[in-house]
Nanobody, 123 residues
Framework: VQLQASGGGLVQAGGSLRLSCVAS?????????MGWFRQAPGKEREFVAT???????HYADSVKGRFTISRDNAKNTVYLQMNNLKPEDTAVYSC?????????????????WGQGTLVTVSS
C-alpha cells in the first residue's frame, strides 16, 4: 500500500487549506480506516483526525470545529479540509491507513504511512 499526500503550503492565520491523500497498491482495501497525523518541529507526532469506510469520524480536540476529514472511496482518496488555521497548526501532515476497521487515535493502530506534506501558518 502506498499513500501519497499533497496540498500543503503557506497560508496566513485564519486561512484554509485542503490536504489530499491518495492510496494505491494491490492490497489496499476501501475498508481501511484512514487517518491524518501531524508533527510540528521539535514535537512528537500527534493525531489529527480519522475516518472509517462508513464515514465514522473522530477528531483531536485541538481541531474540532475547524478541520473536516472526508473520503471518496471511488478515488481511494481521503481529504482534510482545514479552516481557520492557526500558527500552532504548523506541522508536517501525514496520512495513514489502518486495517483494524476501528477508528483510532493511536498511531500504533496504523499499518501504512505516507510521506508528509508541510503546512505552514503565518501569524
Amino acid at each position: 500500500v502506498q499513500l501519497q499526500a499533497s496540498g500543503g503550503g503557506l497560508v496566513q492565520a485564519g486561512g484554509s487549506l485542503r490536504l489530499s491523500c491518495v492510496a494505491s497498491g494491490r492490497t489496499f482495501s476501501r475498508s481501511y480506516v484512514m487517518g491524518w497525523f501531524r508533527q510540528a518541529p521539535g514535537k512528537e507526532r500527534e493525531f489529527v483526525a480519522t475516518i472509517s469506510w462508513s464515514d465514522t469520524t473522530h477528531y483531536a480536540d485541538s481541531v474540532k470545529g475547524r478541520f473536516t476529514i472526508s473520503r471518496d472511496n471511488a478515488k481511494n482518496t481521503v481529504y482534510l479540509q482545514m479552516n481557520n488555521l492557526k500558527p500552532e497548526d504548523t506541522a508536517v501532515y501525514s496520512c495513514a491507513a489502518s486495517t483494524s476497521g476501528v477508528v483510532a487515535a493511536a498511531a500504533t493502530m496504523y499499518n501504512y504511512w505516507g510521506q508528509g506534506t508541510l503546512v505552514t501558518v503565518s501569524s
